[in-house]
C-alpha cells in the first residue's frame, strides 16, 4: 500500500511555488541533479536554464538565488525524513527498535513505501544532501535565514530523533546534542569512507552496514552510560 503525502514547505523558501507547474517541478529535478554532480559552487541557473532549454530568467521567478534551491531541496529531504520515522517508529513498543528504524531510514537502509513532493531519484537527493547539505547552513547569513524559519524541517527532525533517546533515558542532558551529531554522521561517515576513508573505519570495505553498527553503539553506548539500574531502565522499554 502506497501512501501519496503532499510535504508542506516555508513560503519563503520560493518566489513562486515550483510545484504547481511543469517548468518548476522540471527546476527541481534538474535542479537537485546538477547540483548533485557538479556541486553548489559550479552550479548557475544558467547552465540549468540551458538544460531545461528555457530562460534563465525564467527560473529567477521561482527561486531568488542558488542557494534558495539548495533549500527548497534539503528542506524537502527533512520533512520526507521525519515524516518516515513518525511513521514508521509510532507503533512500535521498544526504544532500542525505534533507534534501530531511525537509524536504518537516515541510512535508507529502510524499505519505504512514502512518496509525495516532487518527483525525484531518492539516491541522487541522498547523494545532494550527503556532499552539499552543510553548505546550506554554513553561510554568513544563517542568523537570518532562520529568522525566517529555513531551519525548522532540520531542527524538527534533530527534535523528533532527541525525543526518541529521550524515552531511552530520559535523564540525559544532550538528546538535541546526540540527535544532530548523529545526523550529520551518517552523511560525513558515508562521504569519508568513499572520499577520505583514513579518516574512518570502514574505508577498506565500504560497507555501510558498519556505519550503522557504529552510530548504533554510539547512541546506545551514550544513553546507557553512567545509568544508575540498566537492568530497571531495560524493563521500563
Known amino acids: ?123 541522487v537527493l541522498r547523494s545532494l544532501i550527503i556532499k552539499e547539505s552543510a553548505k546550506s547552513y554554513l553561510t554568513n547569513h544563517v542568523t537570518e535565514d532562520n529568522q525566517q524559519l529555513l531551519f525548522k524541517p532540520y531542527k524538527d527532525l534533530c527534535a523528533r530523533m532527541a525525543g526518541i533517546f529521550s524515552q531511552l533515558n530520559n535523564e540525559y542532558r544532550y538528546c538535541r546534542s546526540l540527535a544532530s551529531t548523529v545526523l550529520e554522521m551518517t552523511h560525513q561517515q558515508h562521504f569519508f569512507m568513499h572520499h577520505l576513508p583514513s579518516l574512518t573505519d570502514f574505508g577498506k570495505e565500504k560497507d555501510e552496514t558498519e556505519i550503522f553498527h557504529f552510530l548504533q553503539s554510539l547512541i546506545l553506548g551514550t544513553l546507557y552510560h553512567n545509568m544508575a539500574d540498566n537492568g530497571i531502565l531495560r524493563q521500563q522499554k
Open 1 to 123: 500500500m502506497s501512501w501519496q503525502i503532499q510535504i508542506q514547505l516555508n513560503e519563503k523558501l520560493y518566489l513562486r511555488d515550483p510545484s504547481v507547474s511543469d517548468l518548476g517541478r522540471r527546476i527541481i529535478q534538474q535542479g537537485a541533479v546538477m547540483i548533485e554532480k557538479i556541486g553548489l559552487e559550479e552550479f548557475t541557473f544558467k547552465k540549468l536554464a540551458s538544460e531545461l532549454n528555457t530562460n534563465e530568467s525564467s527560473i529567477y521567478r521561482y527561486f531568488e538565488n542558488k542557494h534558495r534551491l539548495l533549500l527548497y531541496l534539503v528542506n524537502w529531504y527533512w520533512r520526507w525524513m521525519e515524516y518516515q520515522i513518525m511513521v514508521q517508529t509510532s507503533s512500535l513498543d521498544h526504544v532500542e527498535q525505534k533507534i534501530e528504524i531511525t537509524l536504518r531510514i537516515l541510512l535508507h537502509q529502510q524499505n519505504t513505501d512514502l512518496f509525495g513532493g516532487p518527483t525525484l531519484d531518492r539516491n
